[in-house]
């Protein structure tokens, strides 16, 4: 029953930053694991970054650990991704994802999407 939105999206030069939101609706979302994901358009979506209930635990993949970083404010039922050094690989649609377990993983099952935003990285 949860429905999450994201925005924060849009056009930035290599070595720039962006920060996108994800807001959720219908349900609390402390009680979803939650991440990211991203996908170019002919390539499967491919994980970005897991977030557990509490935010006690993260998760990033190696393409973008040191670069960016994952937060939940659980009173305010959003999530964030903090995006520093963008390189243009990083052009993809993100889409904000959830969980009944712990933690959004790479091989996860049964995630609720948001509708996904638009990252564009020029180099």
């Known amino acids: 029953q949860v429905q999450l939105v994201e925005t924060g999206g849009g056009s930035v030069q290599a070595g720039g930053s962006l920060t996108l939101s994800c807001a959720a609706s219908g349900r609390p979302l402390r009680d979803y694991g939650a991440g990211w994901f991203r996908q170019v358009l002919g390539k499967e979506r491919e994980f970005v970054a897991g977030?557990?209930?509490?935010?006690?635990?993260?998760t990033y993949d190696d393409s973008v650990r040191g670069r960016f970083t994952i937060s939940r404010n659980n009173n305010n039922n959003t999530m964030s991704l903090q995006m520093n050094s963008l390189k243009p690989e990083d052009t993809a649609v993100y889409y904000c994802?959830?969980?009944?377990?712990?933690?959004?993983?790479?091989?996860?099952?049964?995630?609720?999407w948001g509708q996904g935003t638009q990252v564009t990285v020029s180099s």
């Open positions: 994802a959830a969980t009944e377990q712990v933690i959004v993983t790479p091989t996860g099952a049964n995630y609720y």
């Open positions: 977030i557990s209930w509490t935010g006690h635990t993260a």
